[in-house]
C-alpha cells in the first residue's frame, strides 16, 4: 500500500477483520492494549472494535500526554501565568483541562495571566525573541515524540542567548507506563500490546523487548490507519496463540529498530531521568519523566521561578484514573456523556481528542458493538 486511501478501504478492512476472526480461539480472551491515544482516536472513528469477534477486547491505556497530566503539574503553571507574571506558551488541549478547584489556563487568561496558544516550541521561541521584555515560558509536555523538539529549542535558547525564555518540562516516558501497567497488581490483566507508532520512531522497537520478554505478553508497533491497527491485532493474535511474546513492527514505513539516534542525542544532552513522577490516573512511576539537567537550569521554569509540585486528587466523580489503567471503560463513568461532556470536561480523559472518553463521545457512544 502506498496512498493513505488504501490503508482506509473498507473492503480491505472487512477481510482482515474475517481473517482475525478465523484465527482466534473460541474458548479464549484476548484482551488487547493499545497504549497511544491516536490508536484510541483512530480504533474509536473508524469503528474497528464491532468488526472484531467478541472474545477480542481492545482496552484503552494511559497514551494521551494531556490525559496523564497530574493536576498539581497543571496547577503549576497555572502559577506561573497568575502569580509569576510570565507569558506561558501551552498546546490548545492543556487551556481547558480542569486544575484544582475547576481553574483551567482558560480561565487563569481570563483572571489577567497571560496565557497563549501556541502550535509548536517554536512559535514560544519567536515570541521570546520578538517581545524580550517579557518572560516566556514553554509548557512542554508529551512522551517521547515531542521531547527532541523542546530539547531542540533549549538548544538553540543558549545559542541565541535567549535569557527570557524556559521551559516547565513534563515529558513522560512510555516503556515505564508500560512496566508500571504490568506490574500494578490492581491493573486489567492484558495479553498484548498495541505499541505506539509516533513514539517509536523515535525510540525504536527495541526498547519494548525486555517488556515483552519479562511479562510473556507481546508488543507490535502499529501505524495510525485502520488497516495498520487491525493488521496488528492479527499478528498479537497470532503470536499468543502461538505461545509467543516478541516484539514486532508492523509500522516499517516509519519506525526502525534503533529509532531516531540524533533526536535521542539531543534529548541525552539536554534532559536527564527523573527518579519519579506522578502520572495522572496511574499515581507515582519509578524513572518515568525527565528532568532539564542542572547545567541547563537558566532555561529551567521550576528552577527560574522556584516551582514546587503538590499531588492533587482527581475530581470523586470522574473515573479518568481507571479508564487510563484500563480497569474501565469510558461508558462506565456515572459521569460520562451527562455531566462530563467535551464542552464541560469534568476529566482530562473528556478535554483531549485523544482522550479515551473524548473519542468516544464523538464517534461510539451510540453505536452498539454487533457481530463481526
Known sequence: MKYVDEFRDGHAARALAAEIAAVVQPDRQYRLMEFCG?????????????????????????????????????????????????????????????????????????????????????????????????????????????????????????????????????????????????????????????????????IGSDVYADIARDSGKPVVITGFEPLDVLIGVRMLIEQINQGRAEVENQFIRAVTAAGNRKARQVVDEVFALRPAFDWRGLGEVAASALAIRPEWSAWDAEVKFGLTTHSVADNKACECGAILQGRKKPQDCKVFATVCTPDNPLGACMVSSEGACAAHYSYGRFVSKEPA
Open 38 to 202: 491516536g490508536h484510541t482516536h483512530a480504533i474509536a472513528r473508524y469503528g474497528l472494535s464491532a468488526l472484531l469477534p467478541d472474545n477480542v477486547e481492545l482496552i484503552h491505556g494511559p497514551g494521551c500526554p494531556v490525559c496523564v497530566l497530574p493536576i498539581g503539574r497543571l496547577d503549576g503553571a497555572i502559577a506561573l501565568a497568575l502569580e509569576h507574571g510570565v507569558t506561558l506558551c501551552t498546546y490548545g488541549d492543556t487551556l481547558r483541562v480542569p486544575g484544582s478547584g475547576r481553574m483551567s489556563l482558560y480561565k487563569a487568561r481570563a483572571a489577567g495571566g497571560d496565557v497563549r496558544m501556541v502550535y509548536s516550541v517554536d512559535d514560544a521561541l519567536a515570541l521570546a525573541r520578538a517581545e524580550p521584555q517579557r518572560q516566556v515560558v514553554f509548557f512542554a509536555i508529551g512522551f517521547e515524540t515531542t521531547t527532541p523538539p523542546t530539547a531542540l529549542a533549549l538548544l538553540t535558547a543558549r545559542a541565541e542567548g535567549l535569557s527570557n525564555f524556559s521551559v516547565y518540562a513534563n515529558h513522560v516516558l512510555t516503556p515505564a507506563a508500560m512496566r508500571h501497567l504490568l506490574a500494578s497488581g490492581d491493573g486489567v490483566a492484558l495479553d498484548g500490546f498495541i505499541g505506539p507508532s509516533h513514539v517509536s520512531t523515535v
